[in-house]
């Protein structure tokens, strides 16, 4: 392709182009015809430029299959829009022309936002069969996303014949690159379908086929699968039940669904709110404090207990003129501790967390010894080199208010400072290496050790640490002072 038809193609806005073809053709012949030159995708985006009337009259006019392609490229929301705007018989029609795997989702997200529509019990008996066993599933495991839109072949059928069959049922089927190959209707092998194509007439799906066939059980969790995935660079992946029978597939694209969902929960966790709260970009404001209020009210519950803690030193630091010059020192330095700790604790409980992610929470003991004897090093590296920093800067900061030598409780200040803080990053780190492993022991998810979970647990040590030394180290010289 030439520099300009590309620039031509790229400069085209299909969108546009496809919104102002249903606005002025609709009701012109050859409308449906034209409306094939564009993609589903670009036109289900045109259809929420135009009015709801036109969307109606849009929907009244397209065949059903179109429309059904349309609403697996729509958003849950303006799915839902559609369905209001179209009559009942219509929708119906449409779900029941639908991939089974996106009726489900469409269906589900249906039945928890609009409770008053109710469309399963008008849908066709042999939709209504599919859809139940779908739900069958729990929504963690593969089977409520496999989809069953694909290509067997019987193991001893000729070359021409399975392609004649490959060709006549290719325009209803979603996914065809990959033919599974059955014998008794138990899943045996499978073939791409170049192989077929380039196959010689004279030979039998089982002459060419793969015979290694990775798999995973419809009530494999979702995670599982979509690593089996990655890992094998599989575009497809069969699902066969107990008896050998392959009862649906999960392509690419619904893995890359998946990993979204299990990312969008990970940050979710460690943000301390729900997996709901980062998809939706609106939602109510009550819906949004049920989300939030459990966790806010854990970290609440922490964080009293760190004013808990400070009252006790404070308590300490108020009874002579030394010990209150004391507590206006500390104060000085005490957010850089807590700052330095919250954010050590939060890098070690990220690393920790992605690590167990990728083994699939399954770790010996020998790693777990592994990654905790890395982590107190990093600790200890990392708490002895913003130490150092600290020390210094404190140093210099008192040399050039007050000159050389420096003042003795100015050089101890600096020291425990410096101790404190090493310290405290040491703390910081091995907590965040070891809570999500200790999550993972108790079969919990080790994402659950949020990130604010760890900063107030880090928050805590470090009021400790530092207060405990400068109460020892301290609190006499200034009450010498």
């Known amino acids: 392709m030439n520099e300009e038809a590309k620039q031509v193609i790229d400069e085209r806005d299909f969108v546009t182009e496809a919104a102002a073809l249903i606005s002025t053709s609709m009701e012109k012949p050859g409308f449906i015809a034209a409306l094939e030159n564009y ?34 490229h729509f958003e849950h929301e303006e799915a839902i829009a ?12 449409i779900i029941d022309h639908m991939e089974t795997d996106d009726a489900v989702d469409l269906l589900q997200y249906l039945e928890e936002t609009e409770s008053d529509i109710d469309l399963v019990n008008q849908l066709s008996p042999k ?8 739900w069958s599933y729990a929504e963690q ?78 009530h494999a969790s979702k995670e599982t699968v979509a690593r089996d995935m990655l890992d094998y660079g599989n575009s497809s992946l069969p699902i066969v039940d107990e008896e050998g029978k392959i009862v649906g597939i999960v392509t690419y694209d619904d893995l890359m669904d998946v990993i979204d ?27 949004s404090v049920r989300s939030r209020l459990p966790w806010l009210l854990v970290l609440l519950g922490l964080s009293m207990f760190s004013s808990i803690v400070l009252s006790f030193f404070d308590g300490a630091l108020t009874g002579s003129d030394g010990a209150r010059r004391l507590a206006a020192s500390l104060a000085i330095y005490l957010p850089l501790l807590l700052d330095m700790s919250g954010n050590s604790g939060t890098q070690s409980l990220a690393v920790m967390i992605r690590f167990l992610t990728v083994n699939d929470n399954v770790l010996s003991k020998a790693q777990i010894k592994k990654r905790l004897r890395r ?42 400072t410096a101790v404190a803080i090493a310290v405290a990053l040491l703390t910081a780190t091995v907590l965040g290496a070891f809570i999500p492993l200790f999550m993972s022991w108790l079969k919990k998810d080790p994402a659950v050790a949020s990130g604010p979970f ?22 006499p010289m200034y009450a010498a002072g």
């Open 39 to 72: 993609h589903l995708f670009d036109i289900s985006n045109a259809l929420f430029t135009l009015t709801p009337e036109e969307r109606g009259r849009f929907f009244a006019i397209i065949p059903i299959e179109t429309a059904a392609g349309l609403f697996e």
């Open 82 to 93: 559609c369905i209001k705007e179209i009559p009942t018989a219509t929708a119906v029609a």
């Open 127 to 134: 939709k209504r069969n599919e859809l139940k066993k779908y």
């Open 141 to 218: 495991e593969i089977g409520s996303v496999m989809s069953n839109s694909f290509i067997e072949l019987g193991v001893s059928m000729k070359v021409t014949e399975a392609m004649k069959k490959v060709t006549g049922v290719a325009g209803d089927t979603e996914y065809i690159s990959i033919l599974y190959v059955v014998d008794r209707q138990k899943l045996v092998g499978y073939l791409l379908l170049k192989q077929l194509i380039v196959a010689r007439a004279s030979q039998t799906v089982g002459d060419i086929m793969e015979t290694r066939v990775i798999s995973a059980d419809p």
């Open 261 to 287: 969902d299990i990312k969008t929960e990970d940050y979710a966790r460690l943000a301390a709110v729900g997996p709901e709260e980062i998809r939706a970009e609106e939602k109510s404001v009550k819906l």
């Open 375 to 416: 982590e107190i090093r990093l600790g200890v590296v990392q708490g002895l080199g913003i130490a150092a920093i600290v020390f210094t800067v404190s140093l210099v900061s008192d040399i050039v208010v007050s000159g050389w030598p420096p003042e003795p409780l100015a050089l101890a200040m600096g020291i425990v």
């Open 454 to 475: 760890i900063t107030t647990i880090a928050d805590i040590v470090t009021l400790v640490i530092y207060y405990t030394l400068s109460l020892a180290i301290l609190l």
